[in-house]
């Protein structure tokens, strides 16, 4: 299996700066791999949050998980300073592909890359619901 090409800090126009923690270093000195999902979680949730005005307490509609995938290219470990760039990869009726990559300080080619996608649904009903426009056009500035 070959190697992705890594993201590069330049394709990104939102980054999301964390702090790595003692618990996120596993035995082996290094993050878990799982936290990495965490961090892309976090950096996709923000960007929504920040830019678009999403009130994930109130809103009508939440964004449900149903894929991600995650390549490691470098380790990280604490204490460290990352970045999660994040960009939209494809912005569909009622899912949103986000493309993520983490950073270490100084560095312009990622230490991990990876993907998330967000199915909206309605809050109480759960079913699939259209992203609102507002949202659409603000999230359109972010598209890779």
Same mark, same amino acid.
């Given at each position: 299996m070959s190697k992705p *090409? !890594?993201?590069?800090?330049?394709q990104f126009k939102f980054f +999301?700066?964390?702090? /790595?923690r003692w618990a996120d270093n596993d035995i082996y000195?290094? &993050?878990?791999n799982v936290t990495y999902y965490s961090y892309f979680d976090t950096a996709a949730n923000s960007l929504?949050?920040?830019? /678009? %005005?999403?009130d994930i307490h109130h809103s009508e509609i939440?964004?449900? &998980? &149903?894929?991600? $995938?995650?390549? +490691?290219q470098q380790e990280l470990s604490f204490p460290e300073i990352i970045e999660v760039g994040v960009a #939209?990869?494809?912005? %569909?009726?009622?899912? !949103? =592909?986000?493309e993520l990559a983490i950073f270490k300080q100084g560095q312009h080619?990622? $230490?991990?890359?990876?993907?998330f996608v967000?199915?909206?649904?309605?809050? #109480?009903? =759960?079913?699939? *619901? /259209?992203?609102p426009e507002a949202m659409r056009d603000v999230l359109n500035h972010y598209l890779l």
């Open positions: *090409t !890594l993201k590069r800090r330049e +999301f700066p964390i702090q /790595t000195g290094h &993050v878990n929504l949050i920040q830019k /678009t %005005g999403f939440i964004g449900l &998980v &149903v894929d991600s $995938a995650c390549s +490691f #939209i990869g494809k912005v %569909g009726n009622s899912s !949103l =592909r986000y080619e990622a $230490a991990a890359q990876g993907h967000h199915v909206f649904v309605d809050r #109480i009903s =759960r079913k699939s *619901t /259209t992203i």
